[in-house]
């Protein structure tokens, strides 16, 4: 088993005591330069590293923070957790990355397990079936400093950072009706969650603006927010089967635009001259389809790194964060 080289070793290899050679590696001015170096050098050669854990004794920190996604093979939280990391590590602290696989009670799992490991805090955003966040207000009314992003709830008076979705659903919608198409139906994730009422919202509004009726036989939601195949493949052929039938889907969201084409695809319905399709996507290959699809992308990177600034601020506040912000990050309209 692999041990590392410890104070008492370098002590004992120098033959100093344990305490000058702590006072060297932290650079104390109470140490020559000549001991400073000679320990310096010999820790370098043994491939000292301080023990992360007597650091969190005396900080009274872990150095580590808890992240909460779906998933992380969804092209938005993908890049949202390299911003995370990008902040995160510049600052010293490890991330501890947990997947909920939109599951309520994975989702209580992780954040138990989480905070049982004395992270320093956490990184949320919501799983499709949590409407009950009363697992995280215990935590937060404990102290556990907490941010949410992207999907995010009400109750809970934190830092939360979003993506202006009411924005980006309003032009997706807008696009589709430029391009002539009258009949939209809606495909979106759990109807309680922050993301799909603001999408809802810039949808509806995009339709009252252009003279059109809001038919509620095409607004579908996927309660597992595309996690489920089959919940995506019966919304698109119920729209598919009605007497009205759409001639366009605004779907509003990673997972559940790919799962949307996927069907459309095997349907042989993937063509804009039978059913046009506009989405929120993070995915860099939306080009490369045939035909390619118009969609609305999030700027998932900064989000993560605002998220992470926001909760180490709260982490190294000396007192306590009163006053908190929602900040709203400006989506992009790709057409393609």
């Given amino acids: 088993m692999f041990e590392s080289s410890t104070i008492k070793d370098i002590a004992r290899a120098l033959n ?11 650079d104390s001015y109470e140490i020559s330069a000549g001991t400073k170096k000679l320990v310096m050098d010999y820790a370098q050669q043994v491939n000292y590293r301080p023990n992360p854990n007597a650091l969190s004794l005396k900080e009274r920190r872990s150095k580590s923070i808890g992240i909460v996604v779906s998933e992380v093979a969804n092209h938005y939280f993908s890049q949202a957790i390299n911003g995370i990391e990008s902040i995160a590590n510049s600052r010293g602290y490890t991330v501890i ?7 309520f009670e994975r989702e209580k799992t992780n954040v138990q397990h989480l905070a049982s490991r004395s992270v320093d ?12 966040v009363s697992h995280l207000e215990q935590l937060h009314q404990r102290g556990l400093p907490i941010v949410f992003f992207d999907r995010v709830p009400e109750r809970i008076d934190t830092f939360k950072i979003i993506a202006d979705n009411a924005k980006g659903a309003y032009e997706a919608t807008s696009h589709l009706i430029r391009s002539g198409h009258l009949k939209i139906a809606h495909i979106s994730s759990s109807a309680h969650l922050s993301i799909s009422i603001e999408r809802l919202t810039g949808y509806t509004d995009a339709l009252h603006e252009n003279g059109l ?7 579908k939601n996927c309660p597992h927010g595309g996690m489920i195949q089959d919940e995506v493949e019966t919304a698109v052929k ?15 969201g990673d997972r559940l635009t790919m799962g949307c084409m996927h069907v459309l695809k095997k349907l042989n319905m ?5 059913i046009a399709i506009a989405g929120f996507s993070n995915s860099d290959v939306l080009d490369l389809f045939n035909p390619p699809i118009t969609s609305v992308f999030q700027p998932a990177f ?12 709260l982490i190294e506040a000396k007192f306590p964060v009163t006053e908190f912000e929602r900040n709203i990050l400006q989506t992009r309209l790709f057409i393609r």
Avoid at 213 to 219: D, F
Avoid at 270 to 274: E, I, Q, R
Avoid at 306 to 313: I, P, V
């Fill in 16 to 26: 100093l005591s344990t305490s000058t050679v702590s006072r060297a590696l932290r």
């Fill in 238 to 252: 119920e729209l598919l089967s009605l007497k009205n039938r759409p001639d366009a889907i605004f779907v509003a």
């Fill in 302 to 313: 900064d989000m993560g790194q605002l998220a992470t600034e926001k909760l180490l601020e």
């Fill in 97 to 103: 990355i947990t997947q909920t696989h939109e599951s």
């Fill in 121 to 132: 805090g956490l990184l949320i955003s919501l799983s499709a079936e949590t409407s009950d």
């Fill in 213 to 219: 009726s809001i038919h509620p036989e095409y607004i």
């Fill in 270 to 274: 993937l063509n804009p001259t039978k």
